[in-house]
């Protein structure tokens, strides 16, 4: 079973930065980060494919421009930059991993969950 820790999450000012990061303990494939919002459904926020690059990184329409998705294969970890950060950004954000090597914007594209980690945004 694939293990996923997430890590970097804190307590930011509005339009500072975090980078939050995602170490699986086996090979990876296509990796996402989805959050959570109090009350809220959980929400795609960035996906990226096997390759790293190209069009098989998606970033949510709330995020594009600011959060920034990168990979590093050798070490199996994932990778969110926040920069210009919001109070709605506040959520606890989830790292998520699928056994194909193609991003996904769906939930149910991924059997992998990390436990997540809280980013909470001041005003």
């Known amino acids: 079973q694939l293990q996923l820790v997430e890590s970097g999450g804190g307590l930011v000012q509005a339009g500072g930065s975090l980078r939050l990061s995602c170490a699986a303990s086996g090979r990876t494939y296509a990796m996402g980060w989805f959050r959570q919002a109090p009350g809220k459904e959980r929400e795609f926020v960035a996906a990226i494919n096997l390759s790293g690059k190209g069009i098989g990184i998606y970033d949510s329409d709330s995020v594009k421009g600011r959060f920034t998705i990168s990979r590093d294969t050798a070490k199996n970890t994932v990778y969110l930059q926040m920069n210009s950060l919001k109070f709605e950004d506040t959520a606890v954000y989830y790292c998520?991993?699928?056994?194909?090597?193609?991003?996904?914007?769906?939930?149910?594209?991924?059997?992998?969950w990390g436990q997540g980690t809280q980013v909470t945004v001041s005003s």
């Open positions: 998520a991993a699928r056994d194909r090597g193609f991003a996904s914007r769906e939930k149910g594209d991924y059997p992998y």
